[in-house]
């Protein structure tokens, strides 16, 4: 799972906030959340499931025994904030969408990942829709669907991940640095794998040049149109008219 960190409210309010989550508990669980939209929304969806755990609540991330009832509680836990704010926000024309990644493994199943819709209702990634986005997503989104299968190698995935995050950098100002990002291996229950990679960073500025490179290669080695074949064959059918 990998995030950007700006969040804006116009082009001259940007900030960087947080989108990237881990509520693991090593050894029983991993659980991650990834968030995107209205950040008071976030935030305060986010809060309340730290509180929940400070407070060792009967029902809280580390207590519930499948990761679809965690994805349940996360979308109960988004209603009661929409229900609380929402209606102020709309009052004064505020846009509060929001969605949430959540990801991970509780012992005894298989990972999964879900994605969690303003409305509190949400899907899971299957074999034949290996990835989920939130957020800005067209611009990186190609990469994904060209690159990713379900059998991808889980490294190859997180290169993924970070070029498609790039890729939409690039293109919009909305999307930017610093860069999260989780990776979790099957049935270790633990998170070995996380870096969080900083504006200049040199690895995130290597695979920018390298993959701008890489695609005016490959467009440099496309065919030229060939615009005197299908102009040959709009004539003999135009004759044969």
């Known amino acids: 799972m990998a995030s950007d960190s700006r969040t804006n409210a116009g082009v001259d309010y940007v900030s960087n906030y947080q989108k990237l989550f881990d509520f693991s508990l090593p050894g029983e669980r991993v659980i991650v959340i990834c968030t995107a939209g209205n950040l008071s929304i976030t935030q305060s969806v986010i809060a309340c499931l730290q509180k929940a755990?400070?407070?060792?609540?009967?029902?809280?991330?580390?207590?519930?025994?499948?990761?679809?009832?965690?994805?349940?509680?996360?979308?109960?836990?988004?209603?009661?904030?929409?229900?609380?704010?929402?209606?102020?926000?709309?009052?004064?024309?505020?846009?509060?969408?929001?969605?949430?990644?959540?990801?991970?493994?509780?012992?005894?199943?298989?990972?999964?990942?879900?994605?969690?819709?303003?409305?509190?209702?949400?899907?899971?990634?299957t074999p034949e829709t290996p990835f989920l986005q939130l957020g800005e997503t067209k611009y990186g989104k190609p990469i994904l669907d060209r690159t990713l299968k379900y059998d991808t190698p889980l490294e190859a995935a997180a290169k993924c991940a970070l070029l498609s995050i790039d890729s939409t950098m690039k293109s919009n100002i909305s999307v930017g640095p610093p860069i999260s990002i989780i990776m979790y291996e099957t049935d270790t229950f633990v998170i070995k794998h996380q870096l969080q990679l900083p504006p200049g960073d040199p690895y995130l500025l290597k695979i920018r040049k390298l993959w701008e490179e890489s695609l005016r290669k490959a467009f440099d080695n496309m065919p030229d149109v060939e615009w005197k074949y299908y102009l040959e064959s709009f004539t003999q059918a135009a004759s044969s008219e």
Do not use: M
């Open 53 to 125: 755990l400070k407070a060792q609540d009967t029902i809280n991330l580390h207590t519930l025994p499948t990761l679809y009832e965690v994805a349940s509680y996360v979308g109960n836990t988004i209603r009661q904030i929409q229900q609380k704010d929402g209606s102020w926000l709309q009052k004064d024309g505020i846009d509060y969408q929001c969605s949430f990644l959540v990801g991970g493994q509780i012992r005894g199943e298989e990972p999964q990942i879900y994605r969690i819709y303003n409305q509190g209702n949400f899907i899971h990634a």
